[in-house]
């Protein structure tokens, strides 16, 4: 264990030459202001939204290995395309990680900020893969007695994520909803708010496996999209929940389209009367993940009272404002041992995260595979 005074920190550098390079660097931990406190990092996750700015599209199979075994250096070539895209982002070493957990070692001299000393906390506020983080007092909760550092690191992105899904369907006048990639971490805690809340929810997956996760934990409208039925599946669960409003981590191909068509079909069927504009009962769908890069296909069979928008968290928090944002925090930790638990498959260390046996498998997104880095273990 250091003193704190400096700390290893992960980052991600994008070259004008189209290269990705992933180390590790030495940094010195800031001293901290009065409203501040110094948390040594004991768990954070790796989520999608982190791998977006760690790897993002970067061609893996190109990764050469460099460094040493405690300081690995990792490069790989980004597709052409990905670099244009990226250009607010080119040659800046970027810290990773948007939240976590971990002890306070040492606070600036404000009464919020003392009154943290030695507690354990939850942290959001970015650059979280790094061995000790100063932030504002106001940016970490202290975790309930009996809650571990590994407990409440994920308890930010995912549980917030999940309820304000069903606090935009509430807001938006929806009555329950769909969400696509549903085994997912994200997706088995929106089951559960919505089992504990009594809100339909239709769960759209890809294998019979993740249809087995869900059943596991009690969810009742689970459709596969792969199946030969899935659109007559999708329609007679729609009509059950009156769902009309659909989160989507696809992002790309068909399914944004089929689920407005399904959502269409539904409506006729509780239609009194027809209208050749098609159903006037507003369906939404809400892209907020792109685990398909290709573009969104939307084949318009579905009328013309629909939309299809982008939903992102930071800025539906901004919306709600802090009374609302405390409410939905407060639940969170009241409820991380069941409805917010995550599980993780694999503890690493910062150098194992740059193992390329160990990016193999958490870049693969998949399901059921997810892995907690502890900045400090050993």
């Excluded at 791998?51 to 075994?69: E, R, Y």
């Excluded at 088995?188 to 919505?194: P, S, T, V």
């Excluded at 981590?249 to 068509?261: C, D, F, M, V, Y």
């Amino acid at each position: 264990m250091s003193d704190g005074k400096t700390g290893l920190q992960l980052r991600s550098l994008l070259k004008k030459s189209g290269e990705l390079e992933l180390s590790l660097v030495n940094i010195p931990t800031p001293e901290p202001a009065e409203d501040e406190v110094v948390v040594r990092v004991e768990a954070t996750p790796i989520n999608p939204s982190d791998l977006g700015l760690l790897i993002g599209p970067a061609d893996m199979s190109t990764a050469v290995v460099s460094g040493s075994k405690d300081a690995p250096v990792i490069t790989a070539k980004m597709p052409e395309a990905a670099v244009k895209m990226m250009g607010a982002r080119l040659d800046q070493s970027l810290p990773v990680g948007n939240e976590g957990a971990g002890t306070v070692i040492k606070t600036g001299s404000s009464d919020a900020a003392k009154a943290l000393m030695g507690k354990l906390v939850s942290v959001i506020g970015g650059a979280m893969y790094t061995q000790y983080r100063t932030v504002k007092a106001r940016d970490v909760m202290p975790l309930p007695a009996g809650i571990t550092a590994a407990d409440g690191a994920s308890w930010f992105v995912n549980p917030l994520t999940a309820l304000g899904m069903t606090e935009t369907m509430r807001r938006e006048n929806h009555k329950a909803l769909v969400h696509t990639a549903a085994a997912s971490n994200l997706g088995q805690m929106l089951n559960k708010i919505c089992i504990k809340d009594g809100i339909g929810l239709v769960n759209i997956v890809r294998s019979k496996e993740q249809a087995d996760i869900l059943h596991k934990i009690g969810a009742k409208h689970i459709v596969d999209s792969t199946a030969p039925t899935f659109m007559d599946d999708l329609t007679a669960a729609l009509v059950e929940t009156g769902a009309t409003i659909a989160f989507d981590a696809i992002g790309g191909g068909k399914l944004a389209g089929q689920i407005l068509t399904a959502m269409e079909i539904a409506a006729n069927k509780t239609a009194k009367e027809y209208s050749r504009y098609g159903s006037n009962v507003f369906k939404q769908v809400y892209i907020y993940g792109s685990l398909n890069t290709g573009p969104t296909e939307l084949s318009r069979a579905f009328g013309l009272t629909w939309s299809v928008g982008g939903w992102l968290l930071t800025p539906f928090l901004q919306k709600i404002g802090p009374a609302d944002i405390g409410r939905l925090r407060q639940r969170v930790v009241s409820e991380l041992k069941t409805t917010f638990a995550s599980h993780y498959t694999q503890v690493v260390s910062l150098p194992e995260v740059l193992q390329m046996s160990n990016i193999a498998v958490y870049n693969k997104r998949a399901t059921g595979e997810k892995f907690l880095i502890n900045p400090n273990k050993g």
